[in-house]
């Protein structure tokens, strides 16, 4: 069964602090993987998606990297700032032609000014 | 506008009174589905679609029902609610393995 983990589950950073969210899914067989941001009590907005055969995906201040075979993903957020305070959340897309999606818990983090 | 749309977004019912959560999407995806979102247990599919009349089981699906009878909708049907169906409810749509959220439905059941 595919289990998806976030580590830290929170984190308080300084304005302008470079920084980097962790997710680990314990199969490598993924079909995709997506980042999602959840403001308090709001939906999910889509960051970023990272294709089985891609390693990385870039949006602005924002890149995400995958590493099939050893289970990690990482998002990385560059000079961070009070507006990127939210939860970040990891999904894995499990393969075999569904589009069923596993989410790890989150980070939540926080931007201090 | 391309955008999922859920009504209602907020709703506190009692328990056994049957209620009908409707998710709308207006970008033609084929592929629709339930989550709901508890602390601590995180996000969890309940129902899923891959196309009009075809629909399937997700990970929490006891208590719940669905239908896709046209493309763009796809509502999430408790028959008899109860308390522990108290949550946070999202429907999402999807084309090419992307999907994207609706703004939620905050349920309770009292």
């Known amino acids: 069964k595919q289990e998806v983990t976030q580590i830290p589950a929170a984190l308080s950073v300084p304005e302008g602090e470079n920084l980097v969210l962790n997710c680990s899914f314990t199969?490598?067989?993924?079909?995709?993987l997506q980042w999602f941001r959840q403001d308090p009590g709001k939906g999910l907005t889509s960051l970023l998606l990272i294709q089985s055969s891609q390693r990385e995906q870039t949006s602005g201040r924002l890149n995400a990297s995958l590493d099939k075979s050893s289970g990690r993903s990482t998002l990385y957020i560059a000079a961070s700032q009070p507006g990127d305070s939210a939860t970040y959340l990891c999904a894995v897309y499990r393969p075999g032609g569904s589009e069923k999606l596993v989410f790890g818990k989150g980070t939540k983090l926080t931007v201090n000014p | 506008e391309a955008q999922v749309t859920q009504n209602p977004r907020y709703l506190i019912t009692v328990t056994g009174k049957k209620l009908t959560v409707t998710c709308s999407q207006n970008m033609n995806h084929e592929y629709m589905s339930w989550y709901r979102q508890d602390p601590g247990l995180g996000l969890r599919q309940i129902y899923y679609?891959?196309?009009?009349?075809?629909?399937d089981k997700g990970d929490v699906p006891e208590g719940y029902k669905v239908s896709r009878k046209e493309k763009r909708n796809f509502p999430l049907i408790l028959e008899s609610p109860s308390p522990n169906q108290t949550s946070l409810y999202f429907c999402?749509?999807?084309?090419?393995?992307?999907?994207?959220f609706g703004p939620g439905t905050r349920l309770t059941v009292l």
């Open positions: 999402a749509s999807s084309l090419f393995n992307e999907q994207f």
């Open positions: 679609s891959m196309n009009v009349e075809v629909t």
């Open positions: 199969d490598s067989a993924i079909y995709n």
